[in-house]
């Protein structure tokens, strides 16, 4: 069965510090899909990224990057020089493509909020 | 495209009363899931579509709830009689196999 963790339940920082939000994952599978979401104050939940098990290139997006190392399943996200528009509840997801299913599963999420 | 389209936005029934919540998802997408999120719970998975065809409704909490796909463009999900503790935010997701795109959910209150 997959399953997500997030064991940080909620971050506080001041604006301008990184900060990195861990997430630990679990599956059997040898394809699987790993994503981040951030659900702002206003609720939506916002895709950030997608990234599947057989490419463990780490990615940056602006302030944004991930690491993903399968040794520790683990991908985790940075945000560098955060700001206050960060704030938000961040959610980390894996889904498992290998029976052609793609049902995702949530973790808990981490609060970020970030002080001016 | 519009991106998931989720109605009514916020709802307020009374116990007892059936809600039907609607979703419309992105246009190609074969896969809707139906979420619902609570402070005590998180992110749930209620039940999923394949092809307009319910795969998975083991989520479903009670009897209370069913959820219907008549066509690629439209599902509902339904509470009858609704209850104070069926009060959540309630999403809806779609999707090809790559990103997953959620509505702006249905925030449910039953008083």
Same mark, same amino acid.
């Given at each position: 069965?997959?399953?997500v963790t997030q064991a940080q339940t909620e971050i506080s920082v001041v604006e301008k510090e990184d900060v990195t939000l861990d997430c630990v994952y679990e599956t059997r599978d040898t394809t699987y899909y790993l994503f981040w979401y951030k659900q702002p104050p206003s609720g939506e939940l916002v895709f950030l990224i997608r990234r599947n098990s057989f490419d463990e290139q780490n990615e940056i997006s602006g302030r944004y990057s991930w690491n993903f190392q399968k040794s520790t399943s683990s991908f985790n996200f940075t945000i560098t020089a955060s700001q206050v528009v960060d704030s938000a509840v961040y959610f980390c997801a894996l889904s498992e493509g %290998? %029976? %052609?299913s793609y049902i995702p599963t949530f973790g808990r999420g981490t609060s970020l909020?970030?002080?001016p | 495209d519009a991106g998931v389209i989720q109605s009514p936005r916020h709802e307020v029934t009374e116990m007892g009363q059936e809600v039907t919540l609607r979703c419309k998802p992105i246009?190609?997408?074969d896969y809707l899931?139906?979420?619902r999120?609570?402070?005590m719970r998180g992110l749930e998975l209620l039940?999923?579509?394949?092809n307009n065809v319910p795969i998975d409704d083991s989520g479903m909490p009670e009897d209370r709830f069913s959820a219907k796909m008549p066509n690629a463009s439209f599902s509902t999900l339904k509470i009858q009689p609704s209850e104070p503790r069926d009060s959540a935010v309630y999403f809806c997701a779609s999707t090809s196999g790559a990103g997953y795109?959620?509505?702006s959910g249905t925030r449910l209150t039953v008083v």
């Amino acid at each position: 069965a997959q399953k997500v963790t997030q064991a940080q339940t909620e971050i506080s920082v001041v604006e301008k510090e990184d900060v990195t939000l861990d997430c630990v994952y679990e599956t059997r599978d040898t394809t699987y899909y790993l994503f981040w979401y951030k659900q702002p104050p206003s609720g939506e939940l916002v895709f950030l990224i997608r990234r599947n098990s057989f490419d463990e290139q780490n990615e940056i997006s602006g302030r944004y990057s991930w690491n993903f190392q399968k040794s520790t399943s683990s991908f985790n996200f940075t945000i560098t020089a955060s700001q206050v528009v960060d704030s938000a509840v961040y959610f980390c997801a894996l889904s498992e493509g %290998g %029976g %052609g299913s793609y049902i995702p599963t949530f973790g808990r999420g981490t609060s970020l909020i970030v002080h001016p | 495209d519009a991106g998931v389209i989720q109605s009514p936005r916020h709802e307020v029934t009374e116990m007892g009363q059936e809600v039907t919540l609607r979703c419309k998802p992105i246009s190609g997408h074969d896969y809707l899931f139906w979420y619902r999120q609570t402070m005590m719970r998180g992110l749930e998975l209620l039940i999923y579509f394949n092809n307009n065809v319910p795969i998975d409704d083991s989520g479903m909490p009670e009897d209370r709830f069913s959820a219907k796909m008549p066509n690629a463009s439209f599902s509902t999900l339904k509470i009858q009689p609704s209850e104070p503790r069926d009060s959540a935010v309630y999403f809806c997701a779609s999707t090809s196999g790559a990103g997953y795109t959620f509505g702006s959910g249905t925030r449910l209150t039953v008083v």
